[in-house]
């Protein structure tokens, strides 16, 4: 259960060991184009708010849940028109409150979108 050395990631103009950006600590990156991104994002749920939405979560499970999964619930829950549906295998949950408005596939991902 060892990984060789040679296999681990390195930046290719430092050599030093990269991570991944992950909320996990201070060193979570946030650039230009992290903020760009950002800023479409707050707009498209700004300019949709209260209308139709789906809120597909994939995947997402409780490592940062106040990054998507518990912002989808609240949202789900203010708006009477929106849905949530996740497909997440183990952790494919919402709570009681959007049940009747929720889809949760508890399943590979994968699986299921070869299914459909």
Same mark, same amino acid.
């Given at each position: !259960?060892?990984?060789?050395?040679?296999?681990? $990631?390195? &930046? #290719?103009?430092?050599?030093? #060991?990269?991570? !991944? +950006?992950? *909320?996990?600590?201070?060193?979570?990156? =946030?650039?230009? /184009?992290?903020? @760009?991104?950002? =800023? *479409?994002? =707050?707009?498209?749920? *700004?300019?949709?708010?209260?209308?139709?939405?789906?809120?597909?979560?994939? /995947?997402?499970?409780?490592?940062?849940? /106040?990054?998507?999964?518990? $912002?989808?619930? @609240?949202?789900?829950?203010? +708006? $009477?028109?929106?849905?949530?549906? &996740?497909?997440? @295998?183990? @952790?494919?949950? &919402? #709570? #009681?409150?959007? =049940?009747?408005?929720?889809? &949760?596939? +508890?399943?590979?991902? /994968?699986?299921?979108?070869?299914?459909?």
């Amino acid at each position: !259960m060892k990984i060789p050395t040679e296999l681990l $990631p390195v &930046c #290719p103009h430092c050599g030093k #060991p990269l991570t !991944m +950006n992950l *909320r996990c600590d201070d060193t979570f990156v =946030e650039d230009e /184009g992290w903020h @760009q991104a950002a =800023e *479409r994002y =707050e707009n498209f749920l *700004r300019t949709r708010a209260g209308g139709k939405i789906l809120f597909l979560e994939l /995947g997402v499970g409780y490592n940062t849940p /106040g990054i998507i999964k518990y $912002p989808f619930w @609240q949202m789900t829950a203010k +708006n $009477p028109d929106a849905i949530y549906a &996740c497909i997440n @295998q183990g @952790q494919a949950v &919402c #709570p #009681p409150e959007i =049940e009747r408005r929720s889809v &949760c596939v +508890n399943a590979d991902i /994968g699986q299921v979108l070869r299914i459909l």
